[in-house]
Nanobody, 119 residues
Framework: QVQFVESGGGLVQPGGSLRLSCTAS????????MGWYRQAPGTQRELVAT???????NYLDSVKVRFTISRDYAKNTVFLQMNSLKPEDTAVYYC?????????????WGQGTQVTVSS
């Protein structure tokens, strides 16, 4: 059974920082990518940042200079350091992991953690 333990969400004032963490367990085989997506009310889920097993990263343009993703490969844990937070960063943040199976990518999702940026 695949499980995600997410933590670090909450309420923060504009300009503040939060650090999200997520540990995945129960995924059979090697995890290829881990990362974070987010979804605000009335919008589609969007990629925030991912990190592959070779260390390559991918970021949403609007967070590139403010957020940093990192990963503990031994513990199947991914972190997202979020600085200079803005109200538009308010969303539910979902932990993501995937693995390769032949030519397919098998995705897995966490249950989500709320991030609210407000004064």
């Amino acid at each position: 059974q695949v499980q995600f333990v997410e933590s670090g969400g909450g309420l923060v004032q504009p300009g503040g920082s939060l650090r999200l963490s997520c540990t995945a367990s129960g995924i059979i085989g090697s995890i290829y990518r881990m990362g974070w997506y987010r979804q605000a009310p009335g919008t589609q889920r969007e990629l925030v940042a991912t990190i592959s097993n070779d260390g390559s990263t991918n970021y949403l343009d609007s967070v590139k200079v403010r957020f940093t993703i990192s990963r503990d490969y031994a513990k199947n844990t991914v972190f997202l350091q979020m600085n200079s937070l803005k109200p538009e960063d308010t969303a539910v943040y979902y932990c993501y992991a995937d693995r390769r199976r032949l030519v397919s990518i098998i995705p897995y999702w966490g249950q989500g953690t709320q991030v609210t940026v407000s004064s």
